[in-house]
DNA sequence: TTCGCAGATGTAACCGGTGACATGATCGTC
DNA sequence: GACGATCATGTCACCGGTTACATCTGCGAA
């Protein structure tokens, strides 16, 4: 391999002049300038990216910590980060954790190692040990999505809160007054938030809320799968409900289709994360699409921003949409 | 942040004893070793991982490039190949090109820089520069899935030409005679694997292949749009058809929905890879599944391999099994 | 007693760019 | 014609671990 001394000997200058050149400095004379290029190219030479990292101290590479990285919400927001990252040259790390503790310490100590330049995360807000050491994380580190109670980082994610209760709404206008909400841990904000939402639309219907309709406590399949059931099981079950994110919201389809019901025919169902197969889904779900991609690039927008020494960086609050397709209907009674 | 130096002084021995008694040499007494853990301890030491790449002369980095990040299909690799990296200590860059040209280049050169220990690819046949660069790569290298002509380097793969001869068998069995496959790009050993299978098949049945019925060269959902439309359109359309990978899959139920029609009942389908939420679609789809998450594992573990000096490794080739659903039924006709 | 060897630890060059500072050349000005 | 400013380029310490080699100690064998 190549180094930075062989091209200085190539092309008969110092090394410092070799780096000036390779980035256009302009106190480098054009024909400086073109001795070095050639003589690069010749060598297919290209500057070590650890010995860059290392005498500057800082390296190219950003961190994305994620819950699950096949959870395509978060392979989103992971594409739109890699992608605005590459603009600035700067790799891109996505790391899930899914509640490997081993794993998580790894990612905890490449943290501090100067891996990354910077940080972005996504945690769920079981591991207590994780968050606490994001917290001792000096670096640059911003949120996605949800933050944890006590990090102070700024934050991208949407208005859970306004979205939710506009999408909730349909359900009243369509005649629905037994409203279900399938919610998260009560300690996610973004749970909180959706919740919230809720139940303004419960307000602006002039109705009560029902909290018994209210569940609470779900993540994943297996948690939307089982409130869905208890739902289902109620002497007097809802005739709509409402899915606060996409994996409880498979979930629940595997329950509904389980107990032979029909949507929006027996119950209607609203999600929030529009996932890409949803419209061939029977019936195509009406889903509220958060713009995961922009909200990974908006991420690494502020983290590269941090990086460069801007403080005070407020937090992001991008727009979700109401996604219509065939999943909500008039009440059966 | 402390440094190696700090910690030496702290214990009283030299940078030396620290870097042996933290890697648990035998060699250091375990007197020596409990003063260097326990300053080490005591400054919060993290050696830097720029520093120790530059002077082994090697990352701790592995990387992967594939099309498409969202693609379920890729990121379950990319889990499989993290969770197996990290295992010997190893980050895992993963690079989406989605035909960005500038992206590419970018990664060429990261492919040079020393940010890779090693390389993992799977590239769409159509990037010939890519290609050609990943040729020229003189790490470590392995593929995933496909290998692109004249590229020398093991890979991980499934068998596609035995569990498509199996499941498309099941199209015979079931009475068709009109079978159809929206192919890939002629140049993509993986289609022409399945192709092949899928030829076998009808052999198997005793019948003359109907090439009219074979659609090549899609990727992606426009093109298994596309290609359904014009089956479709057909004076004498398939009553089964046989899909080669998800994307094309999801781009051909589109149509069939499109167009009004019944599956199974109006048309059989099969789709190559199968997806997570292949069992709400309406019907659930019978899909061939790979097993992606091994075929990562695999790949990261070849890849180990390799980068700790082991030549001449063989290819990996990975059963896929049918998921039986209900998207094939007996002709209508 | 001395030599040799093994075991424990220290010394310092090295990995390959970077950037502060030094040097040398050129040019305008008084 | 000398001096200072400016510009182009060179020199070299430095980033922080790693590792080959040197050193020192202690013990057993000759």
Known sequence: MAGIRDVARLAGVSTATVTRALRDEPSVTAETKAKVLAAAARLDYVPSAAARALSQGRSNVLGL???DVVNPFYALVAQGMADRAADARYQLVIAGSHLNPERERQMVTSLHDGTFAGLAATTVG??????????????PLVLV??????LHAPLVRTDNRKVTRDAVGQFFRL??????MISGPRDFDTACQRLSGFRLAYRDAGLAVREDYISHGHLGEEGGYRAMNELLAMPEPPTAVF????????GALKAIRAAGLKIPTDLSLLAFDDMSLFPLVEPPITAI???AYEMGRAAAD???RRIAGETDLADIVLPATLVTRE???PPLS
């Open 65 to 67: 910590f994620v819950p």
């Open 126 to 139: 079981t591991d207590e040990s994780f968050t606490s050491a994001l917290t001792a994380q000096r670096g």
């Open 145 to 150: 999505d949800r933050r944890p109670r006590g």
């Open 175 to 180: 005649g629905h007054r037994k409203v279900s």
């Open 243 to 250: 899915c606060f994110n996409n994996l409880v919201t498979v």
């Open 289 to 291: 699409a958060q713009p």
């Open 302 to 304: 502020l983290l590269l």
């Open 327 to 329: 999943s909500l209907g």
